[in-house]
């Protein structure tokens, strides 16, 4: 019977800790005692600070996180690494630091992969020899598919197989044992490509959605579950959204009745009126079908039908509806852009942010200049350009785009002190803590709140249902931004490339970890930076990418030292590269399903016609 212990009457069982730990203990309390025995009072504070760190250095890792040896790491998720970055995707992602879920340090919790519901159209490239043109389709096909995959959902081509695997195909076969025409055999085999396919989305694939994110009719077809089948009035038969099971059973109802069919040149025409609803009141999708070419384009309308200028036109038509998409997006945006700039010196970190900006800012080229797209008024991008604005902080705003680069804590703290070489001692006694994070929050949450609330806001801003769709967020260290016009579901106007970042060999050398970069003001002033303030720092930037994939020891310590006295700014840093690292292996995890199929990046993929 061990000793009972009591604190204020109540009874406490005391575990001595291990063994390790308890010599450990000792050691802090004799070295703790010996400083402060033979130290005058001033330097104890320094002194002890010293003995500390020197502990921690010397102390194993698994002392350092007592969790990390007795606790089940969450599984490995398929497809949840890309590079240095992994994640694992969970409703647990708003707390504020992932390694307390996923105890490594190196996983990010991510919130989990939003439902992409299927959106399909019907492809069949049948009496068409021309190379030229089918290659322009091809084109149109990659373009509708980028744009639906940007508003959040699976883009999936059908092709003729797809409705030959409906067993409901016999019924067409018999069909056409008398006088049938082409266009409704068409029509036919597309309803039965979806039903073989099953509950989704049916568009054509001129009909692309040209809305804000968060429109009504894409969030509703975003949901993915439909009520029966349902019918999108004034787009020409173009857009249906349906449940697998009542789409068999509207095909197999209308499928009988030929004469209907043959009347009607549609099976929603010739289907029942019990077996699919209507919905009026929509203008979230542009259709681009010959009736309003030839209303609304002229100059396309006349190259597509001129003798032999089909492909022209169909290039001409893939340019407008590029520049279409991007004038939507403008106007969506209509307070512009902002490129948040959160500490000193980030000229050059934010040099692919703002060339990003100033690329959406551009018009994309169109055939018919101050044209609208057919579904909505707009404001053309000819008469009315968007503005750019830096700011110091992060704005929640509907109708603001915010693009900002978020520094890995050693960069921010070499540019924002502008010290080329920063050591330990400095990061613990004249670096504030997490003044990244503090400062791209200050206007959100004011100057009162803590990191760890913080950082949930920040991920709200990089993840969250609103954040993702009005922001983008990059990182300092890495140099190429790929995937854009997925994410933004159109092609960017090309701009002149950006100056290159390579120094010339003798720069080179003076910007490795330990040179000393002869410092400018130590102030920068306010106003614009100067040309050789920029030179600087991008030559400091250079230097933190390379430290930071630097291998050596004594580096690794300072990197492990920094990230530690700022856990909300590395947090913050980690879970952005995470999140487009994520969205990247998304996108190509998709396309290599895809692949084979008409519209694929790749270009032209299986042979079927
Ligand atoms: C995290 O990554 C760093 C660098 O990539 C590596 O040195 C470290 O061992 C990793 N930590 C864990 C717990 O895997
Ligand atoms: C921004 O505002 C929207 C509502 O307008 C809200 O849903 C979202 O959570 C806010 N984001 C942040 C980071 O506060
Ligand atoms: C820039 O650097 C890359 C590799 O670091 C090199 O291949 C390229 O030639 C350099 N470009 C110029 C203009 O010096
Ligand atoms: C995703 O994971 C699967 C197997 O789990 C693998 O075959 C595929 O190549 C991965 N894709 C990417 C893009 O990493």
New binding site residues.
Partial sequence: MPVQRTIFGRPVVLHMPPRRFQILFAFIIFLLTTIILFSGPENVKEKVEEATEKILEGIPASIHNPFAASSHKPPVQ??STSGESSWFSDWKWRHPFSSSVTFDENRSVLPPLKNRPYVYTYYESKNKKDNAALDAEEKLLLIWRRAWWAQGFRPVVLVPADAMNNPLYEKLQILKTQEFPDALEYDISRWLAWGHMGTGVLANWLALPMAPYDDKLLSFLRRGEYPGVIRYDGLQNSLFCGESGAINDLLTSTLDKSNDLIAAMSVIDAADKSKYTSDPQHDAIALYDLKSIRANYKAVDETLTREGGQAEGLVMLGALINAHLHIVWQNTFSAGIAVVKALRHMTTVLEPAMHIAKSLQKCSPSPVANSCPPNRKCQPCEAHEIEIRELSTYKNQSNLFVISAVPHPYTAATLDNWKPSIDIPFIRRESARDPWLFAVTKELLGPAVSSQSRIVHFKDAVAGEHGASHSLWLTAERETHKDLNWIFGFDLPALPEPPPTNTTAAEDEASTESADVPLLDEEIRPGEPKEREIKQERQMLKAARAALRSRSGKMMRLKGAVEMWNLADTEAWKFTRAFSARRR?ER??WE?EEKKFAGAEKGRGAKWW
């Fill in positions: 398929d497809n292996v190509l995890r290599e």
